[in-house]
């Protein structure tokens, strides 16, 4: 290290747990303790309040949180109130929720209400296929305003609209619809009827029989459909056929295939 670089280091804290963790830890503290100054930040962290500030500087960039003018309660002093800083709703949202355990406990219920075992299962199955339905008309009314090889994209794009992260990517004979995130990935974790309500979904849009490859629920890293170009159609004759062949050629090209199990199976 040369002469004078010393003050110029940032806390060793900072650097053993790099930027993003310290960021995080300046956002925590703040949830932990509500509106704070870059004083009552730099106290409880250890960190100096130049650090603090650049840490603010970027949360504030990103929506985290924001500034507000301290409230001064009896006697105001001399001079201009210390800035604190809040959590915005986005921050909120950024840490953890009890929504994933409410919508688990809430499957549950329901199963345990039907009676459990195959009345329980069959029970969860109507529910997903009516959440997904109450969702469908978007989707339904961007599939049939596309032309036929543009529908995959155009239910990609109408996914991507309710936070799903979908791409459509030409694949061998066929095309693979991949969403790269799922909202409810932790329940359908538990209840796959609610990856299978979906797959039964895009076969309906599409017209044609789909296979759901991998799935997020199941541990893979992308929830991936093919969807066939061969014998498209409620009534394709080579529908069967064509499913069989491209299945093959995926298996080849991606390792997701093997997860295609129960928590991501296709029911049609």
Known sequence: MK???????????ELATGER???NRVARSILDHGPSTVADLAKRLGLTQAAVRRHLDALVSDDVVAPHEQRVYGTRTRGRPAKVFALTDCGRDAFEQSYDKLAV??????????????AGEAAVADFARARIEAQADAYRKAVDAADPEHRTEALAKALSADGYAATARDAPVGEQLCQHHCPVAHAA??????????????SRLLGTHVQRLATIAHGDGVCTTFIPKVGRGPSGSGRAGSHRTSSSHISKTSDTSASASKAGRNPA
Not at 3 to 13: T, V
């Open 3 to 13: 002469n004078g670089e010393a003050g110029h280091q940032a806390p060793q804290e």
């Open 189 to 202: 974790e538990r209840y796959p009827q609610l990856c299978e309500a979906e797959t039964e979904l895009f």
């Open 105 to 118: 406990d809430a499957l549950r219920w329901i199963e345990r209400a039907a009676g459990g075992g195959a």
């Open 21 to 23: 963790s310290t960021r």
